[in-house]
């Protein structure tokens, strides 16, 4: 009988190592959806603050017969949402630069736009980084 109630303990500590284990996996396995969910998220921001730039870039070079420079679009009224910060950018005649910083999640995104650009789908941005 002794043995028998021994291995009835023995059976129930290793089901609860299991369940627990499990319960673990799927926490982590959560925690990572929702990180990728939030950098995907992100990207699509930086994206679409990237294809406003392109517009902005577009008028800019139709009026001064050339892109602007991110202090001339800031000028201008260029904004971005409080969360994104540019780390690069520069400008010439036919092409520009810019790269951009979601501050919290680190993805960055860059964009070249060029003179003969017909849409901003041509020259889609360039995102790396993840969320924490």
């Not at 520069?90 to 070249?112: L, Q």
Request: some cysteine.
């Amino acid at each position: 009988m002794p043995s028998t109630r021994r291995a009835d303990q023995d059976q129930v500590l290793v089901s609860s190592v299991i369940v627990a284990f499990l319960l673990l996996t799927l926490a982590a396995v959560g925690v990572k959806v929702r990180g990728n969910a939030r950098t995907d998220r992100s990207r699509a921001e930086v994206s679409g603050t990237l294809t406003r730039v392109y517009d902005q870039q577009t008028a800019f070079r139709l009026i001064n017969q050339r892109f602007a420079t991110w202090p001339e679009l800031k000028a201008q009224g260029m904004a971005l949402p409080m969360s994104q910060r540019v780390i690069a950018s520069n400008a010439s005649p036919s092409h520009w630069f810019m790269k951009v910083r979601d501050t919290n999640t680190g993805v960055v995104c860059s964009r070249t736009g060029e003179l003969f650009d017909e849409d901003p789908s041509e020259r889609p941005p360039t995102c790396v980084g993840e969320a924490p």
